[in-house]
Every structure is written in structure tokens, then in C-alpha cells.
């Protein structure tokens, strides 16, 4: 059975370049898939893989999951009730948790326990920007992580404080040692943009599209 990629577009993610690198892996691995950008919920519901990117500001980005009538109780019943294999990116991973404390407190998702907050870095600039290490620590999901130490490319200046041990996946330090890959169950997100990360990236991308 093909396989129906859907990328949410809220306004607010880095659509294109997301979409350019799902084609390229569908397309390098002969994998039978469609994928779509899409803002339509009807399209949610017929996906088999769900993809969430976000940049910008957590607050900007709840908003405008919001704003689409309907958006925020199909991703619900499509991932959280039919287990529907999703993927958060950037802001798209922070959205998962409970709040975010950029500039006032905002409720998130509530998928994965937890809150985003600022990365506390001394003598560090922020945004946290460029190659960085991803250690994966725990790699017990039905989704395959590189285990050997990769660099990807981040962009971010707030993290993802997750309350559970066992929603870690992977970590990458910068003044703290973050959480970079969170999941629970059939939930992943990755803070940072496998999109932008050459080959590792879009491996990352293949053995999400496995699930």
C-alpha cells in the first residue's frame, strides 16, 4: 500500500525545503510513497505519516495550528487515538509538550510531558546555530536512530525540559545538556532540522518514512 505523506502547513514551518527532502529520499529509495503539503485536515486524516515543521516562536506556531478549524482535534484522533507515525521538527518537536516560556507562558500539545525553556548558556551565543552533536541515549522506539555520535543542524534558542527519562532519546550539549530527540510511542520530535542535515538527515528522514 503507498504511502501518504502529509506536511502540516500552519504558516509557520519550513515547508519547502522539508518537502524537497522526503521527495529526494522517496524518490533515492524507490520508497512508495506520495507526499503533500497540506492545510486541510481532511488530508490528515487519510495520511500514514505525519509531519509537523515549525520556526519562529512557540506562541506564533500553537496559533497558528489554532487558527485552521479543526487542525488541532484531527492530529489528535489521527496520532494519538490511530497511532498514525508522526514527526516534530524544530518548534514542531517543542510544540509536543506541555508549555513554553517564550515571552509568557503557552500551552503546547501536551503529547510529551514536559516544558520548553530558554537554553540558560553562559559566554554562548543565541541562538544555539550550526552543527552540532547528537548522542543518542536511548534506542529502544520502533524508529532507528543513528547510534554513532552525528552532527546536525540547529537552530533554536529554547529546549525542550522533558519530565520522563524515557521520552529521551537523544541529547546534544550546549552550556546544557538538552534533550534533541524526544518520542513516545509512535510521537518523535527532533530539535533539530534534519532537512538541513545532509546525509544523516535525510537517513533520519528514510527511517521515519520505514515506520
Known sequence: MKKKVTIVDYGLGNIVSAHQSFL?????????AQVIISDEPNEIRTSSHIVLPGQGAFKSCMS??????????????????????FLGICVGMQL?????????????????????RKLNVKNLKLPH????????????F????IEENKDFYFVH????????DDNIIAKTKYGLN??????KENIYGVQF????????GLQLIENFLSL
Open 24 to 32: 529526494k529520499v522517496i524518490q533515492d529509495k524507490n520508497i512508495e
Open 64 to 85: 497558528g495550528l489554532k487558527n485552521i478549524f479543526g487542525m488541532i482535534d484531527t492530529l489528535e484522533y489521527s496520532v494519538l487515538k490511530n497511532k498514525i507515525p
Open 96 to 116: 509536543l509538550a506541555d508549555d513554553g516560556y517564550e515571552n509568557g507562558t503557552h500551552k503546547g500539545l501536551g503529547w510529551i510531558k514536559g516544558s520548553i
Open 129 to 140: 546555530m550550526g552543527w552540532n552533536n547528537v548522542n543518542v541515549v536511548n534506542n529502544s
Open 142 to 145: 520502533k524508529m532507528n536512530f
Open 157 to 164: 534558542s529554547y529546549f525542550f525540559d522533558c519530565f520522563n
Open 178 to 183: 538538552f534533550p534533541s530527540i524526544v518520542g
Open 193 to 200: 532540522h534534519p532537512e538541513k542535515s545532509s546525509e544523516q
